[in-house]
């Protein structure tokens, strides 16, 4: 079985083919941050006309590669949401009347599933059930995952994800967008604790998290202090370091209350390499272990579009012929 996966969801294009029982065959990015970067975000517009112009290209390359002809596909699976609607209508339009051209089932995958399914794309892919922690540019989640479609929400962000706090903070010091590794690149020359930050809500039961008053501790340090280069890095720092304790703190509280000794990271800021190394320490330390996708499979892609589209596929999800995008939608609904 097939699948063609297709990710357009924000500011990247994203194409793959993946085969059940031998894995992924190709994949191709398009990555629209120098479009972007002038503008110190995405520009909504700009990114759906970029993944009309990037698409079909990529799809013939990636087809290529994969030694793969459009009549050897099942199936064409594309993210149906969440994310920005006129980038998600691109994928969703292209990969419902490349399906039907085909007569082959189009499948609607949504983003946060596929970031929670990634590491099924490795060597050694998790078995269920886990804790996945999601940590990307919009979203910041601690869910569930007793089984391939089974999802329950434990916490989530009840302000900004923890790669906007990144994104916000490496902005306001100079580092452009999206700031989260180059923000992590300049924590690698701090100091550790010249500046302390909060460690939001890690003092109160629950599962929720806030990164909103952190992120402005450090905008409003960043503001008073001088910017000299070592002071920039001092503060880069204490901003990480802030960070993946509040993540790991959660993350350990979660496999506790549910007695899951496995932990999945997915989305954007796990690629972050402190944050990989300080929760498997602190995972193992517990007896657990933690699986990660590769850094590459970590932020978005259509590898794990592909993969957890064919998973849709296996398990027998047959839908209408209907179509749509939704820019907001809750993990495990519709
Ligand atoms: O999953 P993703 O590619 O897109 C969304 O679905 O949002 O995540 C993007 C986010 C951005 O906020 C970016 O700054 C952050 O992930 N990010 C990182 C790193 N790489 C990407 N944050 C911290 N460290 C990194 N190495
Ligand atoms: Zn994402």
Known sequence: ?????????????????????????????????????????????????????????LIRQVLAEADTTMSDLDGVAYTAGPGLIGA???????????AYSLGVPAIAVHHMEAHLLAPLLEGTPPPF???ALLVSGGHTQLVEVSGYGRYRLLGETVDD???????????????????????????????PGRFAFPRPMTDRPGLEFSFSGLKTAAVNTIREQPADEQTRADIARAFLDAVVDTLVIKCRRALEE???????AGGGVSANTTLRA????????DGGQVYYP?????????????????????????????????PRWELGQR
């Not at 549910?258 to 999945?264: D, I, N, S």
Request: some cysteine; aromatic content about 6%; proline content about 3%.
């Open 258 to 264: 549910t007695g899951h000794a496995r932990l999945v």
């Open 1 to 57: 079985m097939k699948v063609l996966g297709i990710e357009t969801s924000c500011d990247e294009t994203g194409v793959a083919v993946y085969e059940a029982g031998r894995g992924l065959l190709a994949h191709a990015l398009h990555s629209q941050v120098a479009l972007h970067r002038e503008f110190g975000g995405v520009v909504p517009e700009l990114a759906s006309r970029d993944h009309v112009r990037r698409l079909v290209p």
């Open 161 to 191: 994800a923890a790669g906007e706090a990144f994104d916000k903070t490496a902005n306001q010091l100079g580092l452009g967008y999206p700031g989260g590794a180059a923000l992590s690149a300049l924590a690698e020359r701090g100091r």
């Open 278 to 285: 300080r929760l498997k320490e602190a995972v193992a330390a």
């Open 129 to 131: 059930p886990f804790v």
């Open 88 to 98: 998600l209508l691109v994928g969703a339009a292209f990969g419902r009347s490349l």
């Open 294 to 326: 590769r850094p590459e499979f970590c932020t978005d892609n259509g590898a794990m579009i592909a993969v957890a589209g064919c998973l849709h596929l296996q398990a027998g999800r047959n839908e209408a012929l209907a179509f749509g995008a939704w």
